[in-house]
């Protein structure tokens, strides 16, 4: 996903020599034009579409992300379209202030909606740490496509039973 973030056709690795990655990959081989040295060329990943999760944004899709991003941003820019749901709506004059806590440009964004809790039961800092016991739960419901399933159906019940915000 790196090199689809970077607009490039492949990323090129190396640490692969004597394992059966790359064959098993269709892995293929190009030559670093300054050492020479034989590197790997992995297949840029650009999926159509990557949902996010952020601390704060607007209506227009300018999003903040607080603490580490990790792949956050690698995964908006190299999507084709990018979908964010976000802790806290914000009017757009009051991202533009700081503009520089802006991570994610309302252009690469096609929709944005509030999901106050929607990293449950993992963190979104500094609005809430990770729920352990929550974490415990999916995992054992996710063992078994039926486990799962009610998982999520108890979860969507949730989610249609919160109060609706203002706008």
Same mark, same amino acid.
């Given at each position: 996903m ?10 090129p690795?190396v640490?692969?020599?004597?394992s ?7 892995l293929?081989?190009?030559r670093?034009?300054y ?5 790997y060329?992995v297949p840029?990943?650009r999926p ?5 999760? @952020? ?9 903040r992300i607080?603490?580490?991003p990790y792949w956050?941003?690698v995964?908006s820019?190299a999507a084709a379209r990018?979908i964010?749901t976000?802790?806290?709506i914000?009017?757009?004059e009051?991202?533009?202030?700081l503009?520089?806590?802006t991570? @994610? ?7 944005v @909606?509030?999901?106050?809790e ?9 609005y809430?740490g990770i ?9 054992a ?10 998982y999520l ?5 949730l989610?249609?039973?919160?109060? @609706?915000?203002?706008?």
């Amino acid at each position: 996903m790196r090199a689809a973030s970077h607009g490039i056709p492949f990323e090129p690795i190396v640490g692969l020599g004597g394992s059966d990655i790359p064959a098993a990959a269709g892995l293929q081989t190009v030559r670093d034009p300054y050492t020479g040295a034989e590197v790997y060329a992995v297949p840029a990943i650009r999926p159509d579409w990557a949902i996010l999760h @952020v601390q704060e944004a607007d209506a227009q899709g300018n999003a903040r992300i607080y603490g580490s991003p990790y792949w956050d941003l690698v995964m908006s820019r190299a999507a084709a379209r990018v979908i964010l749901t976000a802790e806290r709506i914000l009017p757009g004059e009051e991202l533009a202030r700081l503009p520089e806590l802006t991570r @994610v440009p309302h252009f690469l964004v096609a929709a944005v @909606v509030h999901a106050a809790e929607g990293a449950r039961p993992t963190s979104c800092h500094p609005y809430y740490g990770i729920d352990d016991d929550g974490v415990r739960a999916y995992l054992a419901a996710a063992e078994t496509p039926e486990g799962l399933g009610a998982y999520l159906d108890a979860a969507d019940r949730l989610l249609r039973s919160a109060p @609706v915000p203002p706008a």
